[in-house]
């Protein structure tokens, strides 16, 4: 159930993220410019999972996700305060 919710949730991102790289990408890049943006995805991604795994290593992994969960926050915060982010 919480995947589920999770992807559901997701979708509130997904969406409008496609949405906005179609609106400002070029007909005859747009692929490409998709392509770049799932391997940085995919990379980040990676970076993210050593960097929390090397980090759960040293500080012990309730902190980590502690750690984690007030950078998602405080991004999400971010993002919300910012007018411009929230209705593009």
Known sequence: PLLFI???AN??????????IQRVSR??????VFAAKN???RVAT?????GAG??????????TVLI?????MLVSAFGWTRRA???A
Do not use: H, K, N
């Open 27 to 32: 007909p005859d890049v747009r692929g490409r």
């Open 6 to 8: 999770g992807g559901v």
């Open 46 to 50: 990676t970076v993210g999972f050593l």
């Open 39 to 41: 391997a940085l995805s």
């Open 54 to 63: 090397l980090l759960a290593d040293r500080i012990g992994l309730p902190t």
């Open 68 to 72: 984690v969960g007030v950078i998602v």
């Open 11 to 20: 979708m509130w991102f997904y969406v409008p993220g496609a949405t906005i």
């Open 85 to 87: 982010l929230r209705e």
